[in-house]
């Protein structure tokens, strides 16, 4: 299918510039013309899903991961792979890593590479990092670099968007010229924590998870949202909604389901987008969605969760863990069924943590899952590349349903 979100308009989505870094909200002034208008529910899964999908039924008999030979790691440390978008005949993903502490004593854990990977090449960096000391933080070098991309999604107009936990922004990067334009970056005059992961809706509202995890270590506390240390319900880790012209609302999932101020994470739309599946620390939750409302929330599942993917069945993709604390070898995608019954699971093996999910390939039905290595420091610390570092990595399989890609 030529058409299978491979056409999709690269045109540049006009956002509006808000005048102070930490506005909660702006207007678009910008005009539009019949890309820019809001697009029906119908009309967005039919750029992905061919009529009738919705009636395939998956079919997980035999299927295994099977781990990509060819994936370059480039961090000492360890490399967390993330954020998988298929876009254009390509596979986009971020891929974060640390470094050490520089003279000043400032760390940076998220440092960020995005790459490119085509059918038939080998990966190639696409947008590079920067080695950036204490005082980088707040200046224009952040601007054309990975800075800290995490989640990786695509509006209604295939135009990239990322969730970029070094600046604390959600932006968007122009794929000709790789042009950072900041969506949003504060809530209530204060920086977000670290936005995570992203799901986009049909008129191109963004939700998205803000975990306080991977904050640089020279921003202070007064001046992020906050939420305390792993384990804890304290108010400041939130999901954000943000509408196509930039207002900023924090959700009421938080409030209603406390346990998602514990590091939330994966989040996704389900294919009618009248629910929303919300993934943490302590589990996963689905959500009522009306009008950008959340309620009747349900717990699905209990086991830390990741990044989340669906396909055109409506099935939706858990990365996961089946035992802890140990991690190798029980890391797992689970998928559910549109009426959130289990249907079974895929092994991802010899890898610490599984982290995101998406769907790409010629016909859109290979399903691609990445993952993480193991921190490792002091005499541990090693160039990846050597053996011990390969546990960071991309699994593929082919299904019989197609999905979504990102």
């Known amino acids: 299918m030529a058409s299978y979100l491979y056409t999709l308009n690269k045109r540049f989505f006009a956002v509006a510039i808000c005048t102070s870094f930490f506005v909660a909200s702006c207007s678009n002034t910008t005009e539009t013309n019949d890309t820019d208008k809001p697009k029906s529910i119908a009309n967005i899964n039919a750029a992905y899903c061919p009529a009738g999908s919705e009636n395939v039924a998956l079919n997980l008999s035999g299927i295994t991961l099977k781990r990509e030979p060819d994936i370059p790691l480039m961090y ?19 891929n974060m890593g640390s470094h050490p502490a520089d003279e000043n004593g400032f760390e940076l854990s998220n440092q960020t590479t995005i790459w490119r990977w085509a059918t038939n090449e080998k990966p190639q960096v696409w947008m590079p990092d920067s080695v950036i000391k204490s005082s980088g933080i707040k200046s224009t070098g952040l601007k054309n670099t990975g800075a800290g991309t995490n989640g ?3 509006d ?4 990239l968007v990322a969730a970029r936990q070094l600046d604390g922004s959600l932006s968007y990067i122009d794929w000709q010229t790789k042009q950072v334009t900041t969506i949003a970056a504060g809530f209530q005059n204060k920086r977000f924590n670290s ?3 992203l799901t986009i809706s049909h008129d191109n509202t963004i939700y998205f998870t803000d975990p306080n995890w991977n904050t640089p270590s020279n921003i202070s506390a007064n001046d992020i949202q906050g939420g305390g240390p792993a384990g804890s319900t304290e108010k400041g880790q939130r999901i954000y909604r943000v509408t196509a012209n930039g207002n900023v609302n924090a959700t009421a999932v938080t409030d209603l389901v406390p346990a998602l101020r514990d590091k939330p ?3 996704i739309l389900s294919l009618n987008q009248q629910q929303i599946i919300i993934g943490g620390l302590q589990g996963l939750w689905v959500f009522d969605l009306n009008a950008g409302k959340v309620s009747n929330p349900q717990q699905l599942l209990t086991t830390p969760i990741d990044g989340l993917g669906k396909d055109c069945s409506g099935n939706i993709y858990i990365t996961t863990t089946r035992a802890l604390p140990a991690r190798i070898d029980s890391q797992v995608v689970v998928v559910l069924d549109k009426n959130y019954k289990e249907v079974g699971e895929l092994n991802v093996p010899g890898i610490h943590i599984v982290t995101n999910v998406a769907f790409g390939g010629d016909n859109g039905k290979t399903l691609f899952v990445t993952g993480l290595t193991a921190p490792m420091d002091g005499d541990k610390l090693r160039q990846c590349g050597e053996a011990s570092c390969l546990a960071a990595g991309i699994y593929t399989t082919q299904l019989n349903v197609q999905g979504f890609p990102y």
């Open 152 to 154: 990786l999604a695509l």
């Open 76 to 94: 000492q440390g360890y490399n967390n792979i993330e954020g998988p978008v298929w876009y254009d005949g390509a596979l986009y993903y971020s």
């Open 156 to 159: 209604n107009q295939g135009n």
């Open 265 to 267: 994470n994966g989040i």
């Open 195 to 197: 936005p995570n992961d």
